[in-house]
């Protein structure tokens, strides 16, 4: 699998980037900007954009949706309960940062336990509520994408609207501490980290 980590943004989002090999079909990330960067990439590597994936709906991660989506006419991927924000922004900070964001709508919205392939990449939809009530993460072979819902030595803010810290919590503890140590994760924001290495030193864990 081709995968590529772009900091896009004004709030220094990860965008990722991924595609497959066999069959050149290639998925967008959480476009948090610089969305000539991205597809200057995309188009280096051969890919054709099947997909643009957003893991949750706040402005930081889906500011390049509509742009991308008019270049390479690919859908727009969201989990249902987060699709209200493409069109509707929660919060009025961000949108004013971000004021050249035009909204567009989700085409295609998921839910706990979907596929989304990519060529030969399967990715599975991981509910995690809890920083948006529509908060997902991509498991694909022995990576996942956490989105805003873990970082690394840290979890998402649960201080905007629809966020709540017990509903976050208790995501991560049932659905990503479960899962296998060695599997990368790859967040929203900062650098990668492992599910191993949250269960033994992510400070959250331990005051809850």
Known sequence: ?????????????????????????????????????????????????KYIINTHGHLDHSVGNKYIKEKTGAPIIIHCEDAIMLIIPQDPLLSIMLHEYSMVPADIQVNEGDIIEVGNIALKVIHTPGHTPGGMC?????????????????????????????????????????????????????????IKHERQSNPFFNLV
Do not use: W
């Open 138 to 194: 991509l498991l694909t072979e022995n990576i996942i994408f956490t989105g805003d819902t873990l970082f690394s030595g840290s979890i998402g803010r649960t201080d905007l609207v629809g966020g709540s810290y017990k509903t976050l919590i208790q995501s991560i503890k049932e659905k990503l501490m479960v899962l296998d140590g060695n599997l990368k994760v790859l967040p929203g924001h900062g650098e990668s980290t492992s």
């Open 1 to 49: 699998m081709f995968l590529k980590r772009l900091v896009t943004g004004v709030l220094d989002v990860n965008t990722y980037i991924i595609g497959c090999p066999q069959t050149h079909e290639g998925a967008i990330i959480d476009p948090g900007g610089n969305e000539e960067e991205i597809l200057d990439t995309v188009h280096d590597e051969g890919l054709s954009v």
